[in-house]
Each structure stands twice: as C-alpha cells, then as structure tokens.
C-alpha cells in the first residue's frame, strides 16, 4: 500500500489525551507503527506483528517527551530509533523474493526535529484546531520517511535497490 500522510495524521488526531507520559508514549508509538504498518517494499506489505521489536524501541527513545523544550528531539529520537530496528529486521519485517539483505533509512530523518519545533511554534502562534495541528505535524514527519530504500538480493550483480514506500 505505502505510507499516507492521512493514516498518521488520523492517529494523531486520535490519540486521547493522556495524564503520564508513559501513557503519551505509548499512544505516540502505536499511532506511528500503525502508520508504517502501510509500508511496503516491491508492493509487499508489512508482516503482521513484525514492527513491535521497532515500537519498543521507540518507546525508550522517547523518554522525557513530556518535556516541552525537548519534544520535537525527542520525537526525532524515537523515529530514529524505530527506523534502526527496521533496518536490522527488514527481512523479517517484508518477506520478498528475492530477500533482503539490507536496509538503509532515510536521511530526513535528521531534519524531523527542526521541522517539528518550526511546525510546533507556527501551530502554537496561529492557535489552530487539532485536525490542522496534528495534519502539520503528521506532514513534517510523513515527509521525513521519504528516502527509505531496501537492498534486495542478487542477481542482478550487487542485488537491485528499491524503495521503501
């Protein structure tokens, strides 16, 4: 299928208000696995419970979100983290043939926290409502998982790179 700014955004937008951080956490984290649940490489989707490995990974890489100054770093963490674990998971993660003998995450990935402190401070000042709030915030890290590609095994002579979607 690949990945749809919609789907994250509409995880965003439904994730309920929260009273711990450990509760934020979870919620961020289940909104995004749900969103790359969508991801596809040479048209095949993700295995069914393959991406919890990332989640949990996710979810240590985003202790201290609930501290203002640091959220967009954080979150930028916490995706990077996910990524690393699908990195050494992805031929378990998509079961293609001919298999994948590498993975390489996208280089955006290191521009997601100065776009969500950008985005952050812009839905602060313009005071917008959660559906628009949380599409902009879903936007700067949609864009940042651009990029991603899969190394599948040979022939032809190295293997044939493809796209992670």
Do not use: C
Not at 90 to 98: H, K, L, Q, S
């Amino acid at each position: 299928m690949g990945l749809v700014r919609g789907n994250l955004t509409a995880g965003l937008i439904n994730m309920e208000p929260v009273s711990t951080e450990t509760e934020a956490i979870d919620t961020f984290a289940a909104a995004f696995s749900t969103y790359f649940g969508d991801a596809s490489v040479s048209g095949v989707n993700v295995n069914p419970g393959s991406l919890a490995p990332a989640e949990t990974a996710m979810k240590s890489a985003l202790v201290g979100l609930s501290v203002p100054s640091a959220s967009a770093t954080i979150i930028q963490a916490g995706i990077t983290a996910f990524w690393s674990t699908i990195v050494g998971s992805a031929a378990v993660v998509w079961t293609v043939v001919p298999a994948i003998v590498s993975a390489t995450p996208p280089a955006l990935l290191s521009g997601i926290a100065a776009g969500l402190t950008s985005v952050f401070a812009s839905n602060l000042a313009s005071q917008l409502e959660l559906d628009l709030a949380a599409q902009n915030v879903a936007t700067v890290i949609h864009n940042a998982q651009t990029g991603g590609t899969a190394l599948l095994g040979p022939p032809p002579p190295g293997g044939t790179i493809v796209p992670i979607l």
